[in-house]
C-alpha cells in the first residue's frame, strides 16, 4: 500500500477492522489475512471471493487517499492444490511471491507431499552484500579478529531472521559469499596473492556460525498449550 497516511495504526482502522467485517458477512469461504506494517497478504479458498475482496479493497483504500501498489498486488494461485490443478490445465508451476524478505513458494518435501517453503529473497541479499563489502572497505585495515567480530555479528544477526525451514540453500550461499568479500578484501589489503582458500576457510570457521536453521516449524512454534 501507498499513500501518505500509511502507518499501522491508521491501517488499522481502515483495513484491519474493515477487512474482519468483509470475512464475516462477504466471504464464502475461507479467508485468511497476513499484514505486517504496510504488507499484506490474503488468502482465499474461492477465486470469486479473491476478486471481489480485491476490488472492495481498492474502493475502501480510496476513501482514505490510499492506493495498492501496482508492481505488488496482484492474484495468484497458490496453494496446496494449487500445483496439481493448473498441471491439470496445462499451466506451469504456481507463481511465487515475496513477503518479509522471503520469497514463498508452492514446494513437495521429500515424501512427495505438499510442503510450503521459504526461500530469502535474491534481492534482499544482494543488498545486504553490497552493504558487507561496504562495511569490510571500512574496515580493510582492521585486525583481523576485529574484523571477525564484526562479520559475526552480522551474519549471526542474518540467521536469526533468515534460518527457517527449507531455506538451507540460501543460508549457505550467504555465508559463502561473506567469506569470499573477507578474502578479497584481506588479499587488497596485503596485495598479494598468498591469502588462500584454505586459510579463509580457517579465518571462516573461527569467526563465522555454520549455516543451521534455527527456527522450527510453524506448525511446532504454534503447537503451545495453556494450563487452563
Known sequence: MTGERDSPF????????????????????DMIIVRYADDVVVGFER???????LAAMRARLEEFELTLHPDKTRLIEFGRHAAAERKQRGLAKPETFAFLGFTLICGK?????FQLQRKTCGDRMRAKLREIKGGLWRRMHWPIPEQGKWLRQVVTGHFA???VP?????LAAYRYHVVNLWRRT???RSQRDGLVWDRIARL???????????HPWPDVRFAVTHPR
Do not use: V
Open 161 to 163: 531472521y533468515y534460518a
Open 47 to 53: 477465486e470469486d471471493d479473491a476478486r471481489c475482496f
Open 109 to 113: 518435501s521429500r515424501r512427495g507431499r
Open 10 to 29: 491508521y491501517l488499522h482502522y481502515c483495513f484491519d477492522l474493515w477487512a474482519k467485517r468483509w470475512r464475516q458477512r462477504e466471504a464464502t469461504g
Open 204 to 214: 571462516a570457521g573461527d569467526w563465522l556460525p555454520s549455516p543451521r536453521i534455527l
Open 186 to 188: 584481506l588479499r587488497r
Open 166 to 170: 527449507t531455506n538451507g540453500r540460501a
